[in-house]
């Protein structure tokens, strides 16, 4: 078999596309924030204190947002799927320390 055939220039849209796919029929357990986001907070949690706005770039149905301000932060989410974006405006967008989300753009320099 010719494995050219299947190879894909992972560009932006294509991520974006996929992504936005996985968001609407994917098995959001699979997730890696999801999985394993809680222990990676908590190992964080030996060597900082939670406080303040952070960021969760890439963060899909914004699973590890969710565990930031359960620990008492403000977090901005960005993602390259708007699908993923709205499904956590859904569940999040209602909490005061939510602070919205970005749509992720290349930047062109």
């Known amino acids: 078999m010719d494995k050219r055939a299947w190879q894909l220039d992972w560009t932006n849209e294509h991520v974006r596309r996929f992504w936005d796919w996985y968001s609407r029929t994917g098995n959001q357990e699979l997730y890696f924030s999801k999985m394993v986001g809680g222990d990676l907070l908590k190992t964080f949690a030996r060597f900082c204190k939670f406080s303040g706005t952070a960021v969760d770039l890439g963060a899909g149905p914004g699973y590890l947002t969710e565990a930031l301000i359960a620990k008492g932060m403000t977090v901005w989410a960005v993602d390259i799927s708007t699908d ?8 999040l967008g209602g909490n005061p320390q939510f602070a919205g989300t970005a749509l992720y753009q290349e930047a062109k320099i």
């Open 84 to 91: 993923s974006l709205a499904s956590l405006r859904a569940r």
